[in-house]
């Protein structure tokens, strides 16, 4: 089993749509959750940050964390075409300083496509 | 502010041929990483370094060497290239902000191995 597992998708919604995007993972050490957004041809650039459980909102976007299930979703309300890119989730259980068993976990990410 | 700089962005080379991909970051960090990152397989991390003059081997380093000789600066040779090695390659800092470390990537380089 996998660490942490994302659907690939292409999940595509229209404009203004609501979005849901999920992971989940199995290690419960997990405290720190991040999500990353990446353009076609560009690299992953940081979202959305949150430390243990609870909800952190940013303008249109809301990221979810549910530490008893293992699950954390990213929400983006009113869905624009310029969101379609791919979505990385990332874990670590403790604050990232390298590879190996305290690093980066990295989800496979879902590709998002808004349609005008 | 140009954050992660990497060079080349594209490069094809031939099957046993050798090359450089060079990373340099502006922003005094001191962790960088070498992740590629392939369809279906998402990010993988390759070789990272905790600061100047050290180096430590990632998930796939096989195939892979780094060096680290200036704190701004972080490269990922193939000494001999093979085609399971195209790819797109991203290099990344470990940068503070308030309660949290988080990556900064570069844009990518592309490689093909024929």
């Known amino acids: 089993q996998k660490e942490v597992e994302q659907d690939p998708g292409p999940l595509s919604v229209p404009e203004g749509a609501i979005v849901s995007l999920n992971c989940t993972y199995s290690?419960?050490?997990?405290?720190?959750f991040m999500w990353y957004r990446q353009y076609s041809r560009k690299g992953p650039e940081l979202l959305m940050y949150?430390?243990?459980?609870g909800n952190k909102e940013d303008g249109r976007f809301t990221a979810q964390v549910d530490k008893s299930s293992k699950y954390i979703s990213l929400f983006i309300r009113d869905s624009q075409p310029s969101d379609s890119a791919t979505y990385l989730c990332?874990?670590?259980?403790?604050?990232?300083?390298?590879?190996?068993?305290?690093?980066?976990?990295f989800g496979k990410g879902t590709h998002l496509i808004i349609q005008p | 502010n140009a954050g992660v700089t990497q060079t080349p962005k594209f490069r094809v080379l031939k099957t046993g041929q050798s090359m450089t991909l060079l990373c340099a970051q502006d922003?005094?960090?001191?962790?960088m990483y070498w992740y590629r990152q392939d369809p279906g397989m998402g990010l993988r991390l390759i070789h990272y370094?905790?600061?100047?003059?050290?180096?430590a081997k990632g998930e796939v380093p096989d195939g892979y060497n780094v060096s680290r000789l200036k704190k701004q600066n972080f490269l990922l040779g193939l000494e001999s290239a093979a085609p399971s090695q195209t790819s797109v390659y991203f290099c990344?800092?470990?940068?503070?902000?308030?309660?949290?470390?988080?990556?900064?990537f570069g844009a990518g380089s592309r490689l093909t191995v024929l």
């Open positions: 949150t430390y243990s459980s």
């Open positions: 370094s905790v600061g100047e003059g050290t180096t």
């Open positions: 990344a800092s470990l940068g503070g902000r308030a309660g949290a470390n988080v990556l900064t």
């Open positions: 922003m005094n960090h001191e962790y």
């Open positions: 290690n419960s050490a997990f405290q720190y």
């Open positions: 990332a874990m670590s259980v403790g604050l990232y300083s390298g590879g190996g068993a305290d690093g980066l976990t």
